[in-house]
C-alpha cells in the first residue's frame, strides 16, 4: 500500500462530544495511516473496529518500548518510568495483580450501596442549592473523588491538593515540562509521605495492602512503581469519570428524547452508561502509543518493527460496520460492545467501579430530578481549556 502525505492529528482544538472529524475521513478511505501527533515522530493511526481491537490485544505491540523514545504524543513530555501504564507482560501482569482482586466486577458490584450514599447525599445537597446548580462541583467531581479516596485510603480533605497536581499534569497545552514534571513530582512525594505512615501505621485499605505486599516481598514491586501504581489508580479513578459524568449529563439533557426513555424506563440507565461510553470521547488524540516488536500488517499495511501505532478507540466506536447509525445516541441500541474502557491487557483497571459511579449517578438523577433541563444553551456551556482530557469547566442545571 502506497502511503500518501502525513496529516497532522489531531485537527480541532476545540472541545466537543463528538470526536476529530478527520477519524471519520481516515476510517472510510485510509483506515491504517500515517499521522503526525502534535510531538514525536509520526505514526500508523487505527481507526476501524476490528483493528484496534486486534492490535491492543496484539502482544507483539509493546508499551514498554516507548520508554525513553521521542514516541509520538500528544504531550511534550516523555512517558514516565515505572509506570504501569508504560509496561508489558511480565512486569505489567506483576503489578496488576496486585491489585486486580479489588477491582473484579463483583467487588464493585458490592459497593454500589456505598456509591448511592454518597450520591443521595450530593443529591440531597443539589436540591436545596440557588439554580442554577453546576454539576461538575455539585456531584460529578466528589462522587469519584469520595469512591476512591475511601478505596485507597487518602484523605478527603487533601483532595484539592492532588486534584490540583493532577490537573497540571494531565494538561495537554499552558504549562511548561517544567511545571508538568514538578506537579509530578509534588504528588509523588504527597503518596510517598502516605506510604511511610502506613509503615508506621497499617491500615486495611488497598494502600495499606499494597504496602505490606511491598515490604513482605521488595521482589513483588519497587518503591518507584508502588508510588506510580498509586497515582495511577488516584487520579484516573475520579479524573475520567467525573469528566464522563458530566458529559453524560450534558449528551442527555440535550438530547430530549433519550432523557425522557430514561425517565420512562430507568432498567434502561446500565445500557445507556455502555451507549454514552460508545459515543463520547474521552479525548481529542488518541490513547498512549504502542511500538511494533516485529514487522505485522493490519488491514492490509505493514507495519515495520520500531514503528509506533496509535489506535483510536473514538473513532472504533463511531465504526458503522459494527455500530449502527454510529453517530445517533441510541439508549435502547443492543449488543454495545464498545471500547471506551480499551482492551486487551491494558484494559482500564477501574471500569467497573467507573460503571457503578455512572449508573447510580445517572439512574439516581433521572429518579428525582425528572425534569432537570440546562440552564445555558447546549453550545454555551464551557469546557476546560488545554486538558488532555475532555471535560466541562461547569455544567449550569435547572430542576
Same mark, same amino acid.
Given at each position: 500500500?502506497?502511503?500518501?502525505?502525513?496529516?497532522? *492529528?489531531?485537527?480541532?482544538?476545540?472541545?466537543? #462530544?463528538?470526536?476529530?472529524?478527520?477519524?471519520?475521513?481516515?476510517?472510510?478511505?485510509?483506515?491504517?495511516?500515517?499521522?503526525?501527533?502534535?510531538?514525536?515522530?509520526?505514526?500508523?493511526?487505527?481507526?476501524?473496529?476490528?483493528?484496534?481491537?486486534?492490535?491492543?490485544?496484539?502482544?507483539?505491540?509493546?508499551?514498554a518500548?516507548?520508554?525513553?523514545?521521542?514516541?509520538?504524543?500528544?504531550?511534550? *513530555?516523555?512517558?514516565?518510568?515505572? $509506570?504501569?501504564?508504560?509496561?508489558?507482560?511480565?512486569?505489567?501482569?506483576?503489578?496488576?495483580?496486585?491489585?486486580?482482586?479489588?477491582?473484579?466486577?463483583?467487588?464493585?458490584?458490592?459497593?454500589?450501596?456505598r456509591?448511592?450514599?454518597?450520591?443521595?447525599?450530593?443529591?440531597?445537597?443539589?436540591?436545596?442549592?440557588?439554580?442554577?446548580?453546576d *454539576?461538575?462541583?455539585?456531584?460529578a467531581?466528589?462522587? @469519584?473523588?469520595?469512591?476512591?479516596c475511601?478505596?485507597?485510603?487518602?484523605?478527603?480533605?487533601?483532595?484539592?491538593?492532588?486534584h490540583?497536581?493532577?490537573?497540571?499534569?494531565?494538561?495537554?497545552?499552558?504549562?511548561?515540562?517544567?511545571?508538568?514534571?514538578?506537579?509530578?513530582?509534588?504528588?509523588?512525594?504527597?503518596?510517598?509521605?502516605?506510604?511511610?505512615?502506613?509503615?508506621?501505621?497499617?491500615?486495611?485499605?488497598?494502600?495499606?495492602? #499494597?504496602?505490606?505486599?511491598?515490604?513482605?516481598?521488595? $521482589?513483588?514491586?519497587?518503591?518507584?512503581?508502588?508510588?506510580s501504581?498509586?497515582?495511577?489508580?488516584?487520579?484516573?479513578?475520579?479524573?475520567?469519570?467525573?469528566?464522563?459524568?458530566?458529559? *453524560?449529563?450534558?449528551?442527555?439533557?440535550?438530547?430530549?428524547?433519550?432523557?425522557?426513555?430514561?425517565?420512562?424506563? @430507568?432498567?434502561?440507565?446500565?445500557?445507556?452508561?455502555?451507549?454514552?461510553?460508545?459515543?463520547?470521547?474521552?479525548?481529542?488524540? @488518541?490513547?498512549?502509543?504502542?511500538?511494533?516488536?516485529?514487522?505485522?500488517?493490519?488491514?492490509?499495511?505493514?507495519?515495520?518493527?520500531?514503528?509506533?501505532?496509535?489506535? $483510536?478507540?473514538?473513532?472504533?466506536?463511531?465504526?458503522?460496520?459494527?455500530?449502527?447509525?454510529?453517530?445517533?445516541?441510541?439508549?435502547?441500541?443492543a449488543?454495545?460492545?464498545?471500547?471506551?474502557?480499551?482492551?486487551?491487557?491494558?484494559f482500564?483497571?477501574?471500569?467497573?467501579?467507573?460503571?457503578?459511579?455512572?449508573?447510580?449517578?445517572?439512574?439516581?438523577?433521572?429518579?428525582?430530578?425528572p425534569?432537570?433541563?440546562l440552564?445555558?444553551?447546549?453550545?454555551?456551556?464551557?469546557?476546560?481549556?488545554?486538558?488532555?482530557?475532555?471535560?466541562?469547566?461547569?455544567?449550569?442545571?435547572c430542576?
Amino acid at each position: 500500500m502506497t502511503v500518501n502525505a502525513c496529516p497532522h *492529528f489531531p485537527t480541532v482544538t476545540h472541545q466537543g #462530544l463528538d470526536p476529530d472529524p478527520l477519524l471519520d475521513k481516515l476510517r472510510a478511505t485510509t483506515p491504517v495511516a500515517r499521522v503526525q501527533l502534535p510531538y514525536g515522530e509520526p505514526a500508523w493511526l487505527l481507526t476501524r473496529y476490528d483493528d484496534v481491537r486486534t492490535m491492543l490485544a496484539d502482544a507483539r505491540f509493546s508499551r514498554a518500548a516507548t520508554i525513553g523514545v521521542d514516541v509520538a504524543r500528544m504531550a511534550e *513530555f516523555f512517558p514516565i518510568e515505572d $509506570s504501569i501504564l508504560g509496561m508489558d507482560a511480565p512486569e505489567h501482569t506483576r503489578i496488576r495483580r496486585l491489585v486486580s482482586a479489588t477491582f473484579t466486577a463483583r467487588r464493585m458490584q458490592a459497593l454500589r450501596g456505598r456509591a448511592q450514599e454518597i450520591v443521595d447525599g450530593l443529591l440531597d445537597t443539589m436540591a436545596v442549592t440557588p439554580q442554577p446548580v453546576d *454539576f461538575v462541583q455539585a456531584v460529578a467531581l466528589p462522587l @469519584p473523588i469520595t469512591m476512591i479516596c475511601e478505596l485507597l485510603g487518602v484523605a478527603f480533605e487533601d483532595r484539592e491538593r492532588f486534584h490540583g497536581w493532577a490537573n497540571i499534569f494531565m494538561s495537554s497545552s499552558g504549562y511548561t515540562v517544567e511545571e508538568l514534571l514538578d506537579a509530578h513530582g509534588q504528588l509523588s512525594a504527597y503518596l510517598a509521605g502516605l506510604i511511610a505512615s502506613r509503615r508506621a501505621q497499617p491500615t486495611d485499605d488497598i494502600l495499606g495492602a #499494597l504496602v505490606a505486599a511491598r515490604d513482605g516481598d521488595d $521482589s513483588v514491586i519497587t518503591e518507584g512503581e508502588l508510588i506510580s501504581l498509586c497515582m495511577a489508580i488516584l487520579v484516573a479513578g475520579y479524573e475520567t469519570t467525573a469528566n464522563q459524568l458530566a458529559k *453524560f449529563v450534558l449528551c442527555l439533557l440535550d438530547r430530549a428524547d433519550q432523557w425522557e426513555l430514561l425517565r420512562k424506563r @430507568p432498567d434502561l440507565v446500565p445500557n445507556a452508561v455502555e451507549e454514552l461510553m460508545r459515543y463520547i470521547p474521552l479525548s481529542a488524540g @488518541p490513547a498512549l502509543p504502542y511500538l511494533a516488536t516485529e514487522d505485522v500488517e493490519i488491514g492490509g499495511v505493514l507495519i515495520r518493527a520500531g514503528e509506533a501505532v496509535i489506535a $483510536s478507540t473514538a473513532s472504533a466506536n463511531r465504526d458503522e460496520s459494527v455500530f449502527a447509525h454510529a453517530d445517533t445516541v441510541d439508549v435502547e441500541r443492543a449488543d454495545i460492545f464498545q471500547l471506551g474502557f480499551g482492551h486487551g491487557a491494558h484494559f482500564c483497571l477501574g471500569a467497573h467501579l467507573a460503571r457503578v459511579e455512572l449508573q447510580v449517578a445517572i439512574g439516581s438523577l433521572v429518579e428525582r430530578f425528572p425534569d432537570l433541563h440546562l440552564a445555558v444553551p447546549a453550545d454555551e456551556v464551557p469546557w476546560k481549556d488545554g486538558s488532555s482530557v475532555w471535560g466541562l469547566e461547569a455544567l449550569p442545571l435547572c430542576f
